[in-house]
């Protein structure tokens, strides 16, 4: 039996918000502010010059076609492209497999209106990615948890989830996870893969930060894994290895799921901005993003460097821990017991410091002594400083 009907859209907005933090987190934006809370990427980082090219390319080579209407999967040589970059990531992958979606938070979207219906059950990490979960609610599923350690998901009590629950899909970010920066090791991925095909659940793998590896050997997706490949969407991003403001994502899925998720999108907006594809294809084709990747990943090692160096000279109270990703954009901390991340935030501000409470993330039972700490924003100086200012509030707030 199907759910009672979804309340009205305005009340399900403000069901699924987090309204608290997010007021607090507003005021991190004003000047002076070192804030650990978004996941923003360095902005002089940006490759402006080779963006501008493209750009200009696209529009002095191509502006007829540029500026006019496109398809809903996406401009061809822009999947061309992601097809060929998937492909060499070790999955092989044609144009027709993918779909452009305006950022892959579009993708989520578009796997939530395609996949769920009210009363319907989604599996995901413990902790997981807020806009996600906001995302599943907003749809009136059920969002169940599924019980990690710091290696990530759990198989065997991913497999008594899966007969218990019978859920719709599986979501999860093995790769650089957020918010807690953790990767599912080769073995777990292999075993989720095969919960997945034994049991006929579907899986929905996020993947927006597995480029931005800093030491270590890359994991072969869950998509590549035996068993996963025909019951796997695989989402991508170029916020994190281009520029966000592109909002520029992509899709991988099996046939039938990606066409539904096509016909989903044609209904939200037709298609992705068609100038930002041909400029993007233009890039890949011609800009060095090995060489930028290149670029930023080495200052990303030395900022997540710098956070994990000012929180072992006691930026957190003792007793705190953290966890050393590999790459990503973030880490993630716990408090000493008794302590509230989203009590602490507020005097954070008050002395121009914030980071972001981990209780949001939590699908249930949310731990209030984490929080996560994003460390690509600011130059390792600036790490310092703030660092040197969450210290000094956490000890006020304490004292």
């Known amino acids: 039996m199907r759910a009672a009907a979804l309340p009205p859209l305005a009340a399900r907005a403000t069901s699924v918000g987090s309204s608290p933090v997010r007021d607090i987190l507003a005021l991190t934006e004003r000047p002076g502010v070192i804030s650990f809370a978004g996941g923003l990427p360095a902005p002089e980082l940006f490759d402006a010059e080779g963006l501008r090219a493209a750009y200009g390319d696209a529009l002095t080579t191509s502006p007829r076609r540029a500026l006019q209407y496109s398809t809903t999967e996406g401009f061809p040589a ?26 892959s938070q579009q993708a989520l979207t578009l796997l939530a209106a395609t996949l769920l219906e009210p009363g319907d059950t989604v599996l995901v990490e413990s902790p997981t990615y807020l806009a996600a979960l906001q995302c599943f609610r907003f749809t009136g599923a059920r969002v169940v948890p599924v019980p990690c350690d710091e290696d990530g998901i ?28 953790r990767t599912l090791p080769a073995a777990r991925r292999r075993a989720v893969a095969s919960v997945a095909a034994r049991l006929g659940v579907r899986i929905v793998e996020d993947d927006p930060y597995g480029e931005l590896r800093y030491e270590g050997e890359p994991e072969a ?163 310092a400083e703030g660092l040197r200012r969450l210290g000094k509030a956490l000890a006020a707030h304490v004292s």
Not at 156 to 173: D, G, H
Request: proline letters at 8%.
């Open 154 to 181: 759990d198989p065997a009590a991913l497999e008594e989830l899966v007969v218990r629950e019978r859920p719709k899909f599986l979501y999860t970010i093995p790769t650089f996870q957020n918010p807690t920066g």
């Open 221 to 383: 997706w869950v998509a590549a894994q035996p068993g996963a490949e025909d019951r796997t969407a695989l989402l991508g991003s170029f916020s994190k290895i281009m520029a966000p403001g592109l909002r520029l994502g992509w899709l991988r899925a099996p046939d039938s799921l990606r066409r539904a998720c096509a016909v989903a999108k044609q209904a939200a907006d037709l298609h992705t901005s068609t100038v930002d594809q041909v400029a993007a294809a233009r890039y890949l084709a011609a800009a060095d993003l090995t060489g930028h990747l290149d670029r930023v990943r080495t200052a990303y090692r030395a900022r997540r460097d710098a956070l994990l160096d000012g929180l072992g000279l006691g930026a957190l109270p003792e007793g705190s821990g953290w966890n050393r990703p590999e790459g990503g954009m973030f880490v993630w901390a716990r408090l000493p017991a008794g302590h509230d991340a989203t009590a602490l935030l507020r005097t954070a501000v008050r002395h121009d410091v914030a980071y972001v409470p981990g209780a949001p993330f939590f699908a249930a039972a949310p731990d209030p002594a984490t929080l996560r700490l994003s460390f690509v924003t600011h130059t390792p100086e600036e790490i």
């Open 78 to 103: 822009l999947r061309e492209a992601v097809a060929a970059r998937i492909t060499a990531r070790g999955l092989p992958t044609g144009p027709d497999d993918v779909l452009i979606t305006t950022g």
